[in-house]
């Protein structure tokens, strides 16, 4: 049976390609997507993006009740702040690596810390767009 994987990205990641391109790069959400559809024929994605911190509580909720085999997260400034979204991972079973486009701890002090790593299964941060195809390829052959 083929794996089904959660894509989950938080604020502002909407508005990749257009924002920011020299930190974030020009690969849209939509070409993150497809990339990530092309390279791994074999699993079912759904892919959620959110500029809500609710609605990727509720998601991940979902994901779990689901029954997905892992999920890929990126929260955007959430990942320095939500105490809510780390109890929300830690609450669920599917095993969750949180992905950065850029390298967080290359920049401003306050993206150094991470809220929700500790309750990940790892992270991985400053490969760009590549990071989302690295935690995938992480979720579907190398975490059971
Ligand atoms: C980000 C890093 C965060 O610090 C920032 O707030 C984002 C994007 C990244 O992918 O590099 O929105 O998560």
């Not at 994605?45 to 609605?55: K, T, Y």
């Not at 095993?95 to 920049?107: A, K, T």
Request: proline residues 4%; aromatic residues 10%; hydrophobic residues 45%.
């Amino acid at each position: 049976m083929s794996a089904t994987i959660l894509v989950l990205d938080g604020p502002n990641l909407n508005l990749l390609g257009e924002r920011d391109p020299e930190t974030y790069g020009t690969d849209t959400l939509a070409s993150v997507q497809a990339q990530l559809a092309a390279k791994f024929g074999g699993v079912r994605f759904e892919f959620f993006q959110s500029n809500w911190e609710g609605a990727l509580i509720d998601r991940l909720h979902q994901a779990h009740r689901a029954g997905v085999d892992g999920i890929v997260f990126n929260p955007g400034a959430l990942t320095h702040t939500s105490v809510a979204l780390r109890d929300a991972v830690e609450a669920i079973t599917p095993p969750v690596v949180e992905v950065h486009l850029s390298n967080i701890y290359g920049r401003e002090d306050f993206r150094h810390h991470s809220v929700l790593a500790p309750v990940c299964s790892g992270q991985i941060s400053g490969f760009g767009a590549f990071g989302y195809l690295l935690a995938v390829s992480f979720l579907v052959h190398g975490s059971s």
